[in-house]
């Protein structure tokens, strides 16, 4: 039985190869169903591994395919090897997570605002910081070019003043992809920059090529040689810039360059994301004229320089995600104070069709869960004001508990779906067909060892985890570090039975 088990997963993946040579895409499913996968019998670490990967086939990116398995099998046992050592959170299932809690401030909104911070000629002072590990790195980049910073409680003071290096390091850039936004401001403010190409990373290839088009065009010159970027420029100049996708890296790189160049930038098809909104926002008080941010033309009029100023991050729309998630998925009542109700719209209205009695002030959210969550029907992910692809993992986990369906289609990044393994193997039943997924919830979740493989993807595994029968044990907190500050403790806080081990 194991043997057939075995051959199906092993065909499934060569299913999945032959679709990336013809077009054609099969639809397959693990867990209990018509192939018989019992979710209990799919042990990725006991498949054999494939003995050559063809060159030209691409992985699939979700760690179902036979050379993503190949890797993720090399992983796993790296990861086990190494599980006497490494950390993870030991999560007791089944409790409710109630309570009232204040978010973080935004990681997706510190890091380019730090970055924001090389453009000042005096000291900012920045409130709301998150202690995350890529806000660590953000940190570091700065004293590596010559700036100085402390970080304390959760302030932070940025002096750019001394900025006097404009080689981002390697090994930097390598920790922390979206160290590329960097690459505007330290150019724009000190006549060059370099750094390594991020190259791809656990969501998919993220090329940067919409960064360097919209630099380019205020008068940058970037070279390109091996796995580096040289940016120079003799004064920057504004222009008209258009987007073929609302990128929010792009956006924010363009901004940047934008708010000393000389003249007017007009950015069509910018990222509207509150965290745009946000740099702005920042930006503005350091003596930028923007206008426009939120919709998809931002106005930019350069000026000479900026300064410094105090301003207090916004809060975290993917960590509130995350937390209403683990309560709506034990049944908790959870309050959410200062949270940006306005920023997580989408989600609200998706939890909402699930079943959740979501109330909503000026700034906090309150949240009942049903004792059981419907299915959230079709799900697709895409720029604001839509579903937020980084909540989309989260949503996995609640769909795997809900009665009913959940179709989940992700249009921002092509390998998002790598925690649906670790979801299967805890029991859930999961068809993925390339960018979607259909879960049917229902089937009792119940403890495992997992392992996270990206920041959001580990979250969705502790939301699981929460709601799961039995201990889980998760790996991979690196991960979940980057973008969660000390979620143990705020779970903790919640009711949650959660421990950092080691
Ligand atoms: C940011 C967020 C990330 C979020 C994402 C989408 C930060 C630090 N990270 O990532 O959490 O999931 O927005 O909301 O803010 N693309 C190109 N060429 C480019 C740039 C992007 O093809 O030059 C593609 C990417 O490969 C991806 C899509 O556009 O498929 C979205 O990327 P982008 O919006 O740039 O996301 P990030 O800024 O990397």
Known sequence: MQHNVQQKIESIGKDILSLTEDGRVPFYRFGPGPFGLQASSYKPENHEQPAAVSAEREPCGNGLCDICRAVGCKQ?????AESDTSPCF????MRKISGRVRVHGAKNSVLPILAACVLCDSPVHLKRVPRLSD????????DSLGCTSALSGSEAVVDASGLCETRIPDRLVREMRSSVIFLGSVAARAGEASLCLPGGCELGARPVDLHLMGLRALGMEIRERGEKLYATHHGLRGAEITLPFPSVGATENILLAAVCADGKTVLRGAAREPEIV??????????????????????IEGVKSL????????PDRIEAATLLGCAAVTGGKLELDDCAPEAIGSLMAVMRRMGCR???FRSSVRLVSPARLNGAGLVETAPFPGFPTDAQPVLTAMGCVAAGETRVRETVFESRFKHLPELIRMGADIDICGREAVIRGGSPLHGATLYARDLRGGAALVTAALAAEGESRIYGLSHIDRGYERLEKTLGLLGADIERIR
């Open 90 to 93: 030991k999560v007791g299932g």
């Open 278 to 299: 946000d740099l702005c926002s920042f930006l503005r008080r350091c003596g930028a004229k923007i206008v426009g941010e939120g919709s998809p033309v931002i106005y």
């Open 76 to 80: 796993r046992q790296k990861i086990e």
């Open 307 to 314: 300064h410094g100023t105090e301003y207090t991050i916004m």
């Open 135 to 142: 806000t660590g790195v953000s940190l570091r980049i700065l």
């Open 358 to 360: 979501l109330e909503i």
